[in-house]
C-alpha cells in the first residue's frame, strides 16, 4: 500500500479488512510541505513512479495507491493507463484507489450512487465528474465537513454519520464514501442498521482488490472481516 502522509484511517482499516488473510507492507507519499493543496495532489501523483522502488525487492502479490484525492486531477481513462504502466513497469498488479473501486463497483453491478464526499467542494465536483465519466449515475452528493473545515482525515465517525442521516436518503441507496482517510468502520452498521443500503467506502473496494489478486479470485466483498464479524452481519445487502 501506497498512502498519503497524514492518513490516519488507511492502514488500521486496511488491516481489519484483510485480516490474517494478507500481510500489509506500506510505504507513505514525500511530504510536501508548503504548496497549495492542488499542487500537493498533482505532486502525490507525480511521485507514484518512483514510489515503487519503495518495495524494492520484496515479494509483492499487489499493489495499491491507497489514495482517492490525487487521482480525481485525472480522468477515469489516464487513471487506468496509469495504472496500467505501474503494473507493466513493476511486474505487480497495480490500481489506485480509484480504479479498486470502480472494479468493486462492477463486481457488484453498480450503476447508480450517492457519492459522500470530504473534500474541499472543488474536489468533491472533480470526484463526482469522475465517477459520472466512469459511466455511474451520481444521484446524489452528500458533503460532509469535519468541525474545523473540510477534511477526511478530521472527521469522526459521530460527524459522518449524523451528516449522512440528515440527508435523508433512500433505504435502497448504495452509498460510495470516497476517500481513504475517512473513518468509515464504525459507520457501516448504524448507517445501514433497519435498511436495506449498501455502502462502500474506499478502504472496503481496495481491501477487495488487494486481496482478490493476492489469492487469485474475487472474494465477497461483504465477508471481508472486519471488528467482530463480516460486513454481511452489519445489516443493509452485502456485496
Known amino acids: 500500500m501506497i498512502v498519503a502522509p497524514a492518513n490516519p484511517s488507511a492502514e488500521p482499516e486496511l488491516t481489519r479488512l484483510l485480516g490474517s488473510r ?3 507492507h506500506v510505504a507513505r507519499l514525500p511530504v510536501r510541505p508548503g504548496p497549495s493543496l492542488a499542487d500537493r495532489l498533482e ?26 484525492e490525487p487521482r480525481y486531477l485525472l480522468g477515469p481513462d489516464e ?6 504502466e505501474m503494473t ?3 511486474g505487480v498488479p ?11 463497483l462492477d463486481h ?3 450503476e447508480d450512487i450517492v457519492l459522500v464526499s470530504p473534500y474541499q467542494p472543488w474536489v468533491t465536483e472533480l470526484a463526482e465528474r469522475f465517477w459520472k465519466t466512469a459511466g455511474l449515475n451520481v444521484t446524489r452528493v452528500v458533503q460532509v465537513r469535519a468541525r474545523d ?15 449522512v442521516e440528515l440527508a435523508e436518503l433512500p433505504a435502497d441507496a448504495v452509498l460510495l464514501f470516497t476517500g481513504t482517510g475517512l473513518p468509515t468502520l464504525p459507520v457501516l452498521g448504524p448507517l445501514t442498521s433497519g435498511n436495506d443500503r449498501m455502502l462502500l467506502t474506499s478502504n472496503l473496494c481496495v481491501a477487495w482488490w488487494a486481496l482478490s489478486r493476492a489469492v487469485g479470485r474475487h472474494v465477497t466483498l461483504g465477508r471481508l472481516p472486519y471488528r467482530r464479524g463480516p460486513l454481511a452481519a452489519q ?4 456485496a
Not at 497495480?94 to 468493486?104: M, P
Not at 482525515?153 to 454519520?161: D, G, H, K, R, V
Open 43 to 68: 505532486g502525490y501523483n507525480a511521485a507514484l513512479p518512483a514510489m515503487a522502488g519503495a518495495f524494492e525487492g520484496l515479494r509483492l502479490d499487489a499493489m495499491v495507491m491507497a489514495c482517492c
Open 108 to 110: 457488484v453491478r453498480v
Open 149 to 163: 473545515g473540510y477534511s477526511s482525515y478530521a472527521l469522526t465517525p459521530s460527524e459522518l454519520i449524523s451528516q
Open 235 to 238: 445489516g443493509g445487502r452485502t
Open 88 to 90: 507493466a513497469a513493476t
Open 22 to 24: 494478507a500481510d500489509m
Open 79 to 84: 487513471d487506468r493507463e496509469q495504472c496500467a
Open 94 to 104: 497495480f490500481a489506485s484507489a480509484t480504479l479498486a473501486t470502480r472494479e468493486a
